[in-house]
């Protein structure tokens, strides 16, 4: 079971930050890729008050490299999806992708407190089979579950499964400035 479900976050994750470079000049469509996007969009939004909690901890989380900013993008067609950019002068630092869903079906869970048993046997999970420099994590909120996927920049020597590349980020390049501009020139905005 336990594999299943880390196997299945994994590709939900993979499929998500993928999914988000629809109509991105750099993005790589597939299928499955699509239809995650598609049933992201049309089945799950985000209730931004009672993800306040989850949202102080990724700002807490993107403010720990002294000098450091970040920015926060979203897509119109894409809501449930946020891709925040931390970064220091033009190097990005990391790149952490949150997927809002917003009941606990999604874990298999009728409520709280079976979503967030799920939930922390997903992130044990996720902990010891992650590539180095990804960390992959789901929450429960009030509201439902947040998956996320953090890409440390500085931690990765290789783009696995070319997810960062679906968004226009390049390893060797590593320019927050070309990276923006990829991002706002596939239509999303910053938040």
């Not at 939900?12 to 629809?22: N, W």
């Not at 490299?65 to 894409?78: E, F, P, Q, R």
Request: with cysteine; glycine share 6%.
């Amino acid at each position: 079971m336990k594999k299943f479900l880390t196997a299945a976050t994994v590709f939900m994750a993979a499929s998500v930050i993928a999914g988000c470079s629809q109509g991105s000049s750099t993005a790589q469509s597939s299928s499955p890729k699509e239809s995650m996007s598609d049933a992201g969009s049309t089945n799950m939004s985000e209730n931004k008050n009672s993800d306040s909690k989850t949202q102080n901890d990724k700002t807490a989380e993107n403010s720990s490299v002294a000098g450091s900013a970040s920015k926060t993008y979203v897509k119109a067609d894409i809501p449930d999806v946020e891709l925040t950019i931390t970064y220091k002068d033009d190097k990005v630092l990391t790149i952490s992708n949150r997927y809002i869903m917003k009941g606990y079906g999604s874990l298999g869970a009728s409520n709280k407190e079976e979503a967030q048993k799920q939930a922390d046997e997903m992130n044990a999970a996720a902990m010891k089979e992650t590539a180095e420099g990804i960390t992959i994590k789901m929450e429960v909120t009030d509201t439902g579950v947040v998956s996320a996927t953090i890409f440390d920049v500085e931690k990765m020597s290789a783009d696995p499964s070319g997810t960062l590349s679906d968004i226009g980020f390049d390893l060797n390049n590593n320019s927050f400035k070309s990276l923006d501009e990829s991002l706002l020139s596939a239509g999303y905005t910053v938040k």
